[in-house]
């Protein structure tokens, strides 16, 4: 039997990794994930990647994060360099769960978008309106959206309760509103080429 790769994951990747790890090839990830509140505070993920890093580094001999840069402003890659790992590419899981050509479409589409996930979603009440204070002083929704012009939802799940939660968000922020169905998109792929990298080094060292 293969060597487990440990994976290192955002919180918000949870409930698609946990998917992902039932389909056949991927069954040997073994999984940590750092808590998704970080995405309210994004330039505390290095340290407390690193941290995690170092925790099971004498436990697993190959390590792969499932972070994208994430607003760290290069502080994730800075660790990663330090610690010999490599993690998903692009700036974002906006960006890998829509592909990064389709990411670019949609951006020069309109600047002006705020994207929401399945898991954003599903915690837009907590992540969003009562972490942005919107539920107490409804009064800052024009100063913290009005730059934006459009929601776009990029769906991993056709779910119809989602979308219509998505569309009540836009509604509630005021914005136009895109769906757009991702599936796993390129976390899938990543976490594969991540695989397929882990077995090659551990064949390499026999």
Do not use: W
């Not at 698609?16 to 040997?28: D, F, S, T, V, W």
């Not at 994930?33 to 993920?45: G, M």
């Amino acid at each position: 039997m293969p060597e487990p790769l440990l994976v290192i994951a955002c919180g918000a990747l949870a409930r698609e990794i946990a998917q992902l790890r039932k389909m056949p090839g991927l069954e040997h990830i073994h999984l940590k994930y750092l808590n998704a509140r970080l995405h309210n505070t994004p330039l505390e993920i290095p340290a407390e990647l690193r941290k995690k890093i170092r925790q099971y580094r004498s436990q697993y001999a190959n390590i792969f994060v499932a972070y994208a840069e994430c607003g760290t402003r290069g502080g994730i890659d800075r660790v990663l360099e330090e610690e010999g790992i490599e993690r998903l590419p692009g700036a974002h899981c906006y960006q890998f769960f829509a592909g990064q050509k389709a990411f670019v479409r949609l951006s020069d589409d309109e600047p002006g978008t705020f994207y929401l996930t399945d898991f954003l979603l599903r915690n837009f009440d907590r992540l969003v309106i009562k972490a942005l204070k919107l539920d107490q002083h409804p009064e800052l929704l024009p100063d913290i959206f009005g730059n934006y012009r459009r929601l776009v939802y990029l769906a991993q799940t056709e779910c119809r309760d989602l979308q219509k939660a998505a569309v009540q968000a836009a509604a509630d922020l005021g914005l136009e509103y895109k769906y757009v169905f991702t599936g796993y998109g390129e976390l899938e792929i990543g976490l594969r080429q991540a695989l397929a990298r882990h077995y090659t080094c551990t064949e390499t060292q026999k």
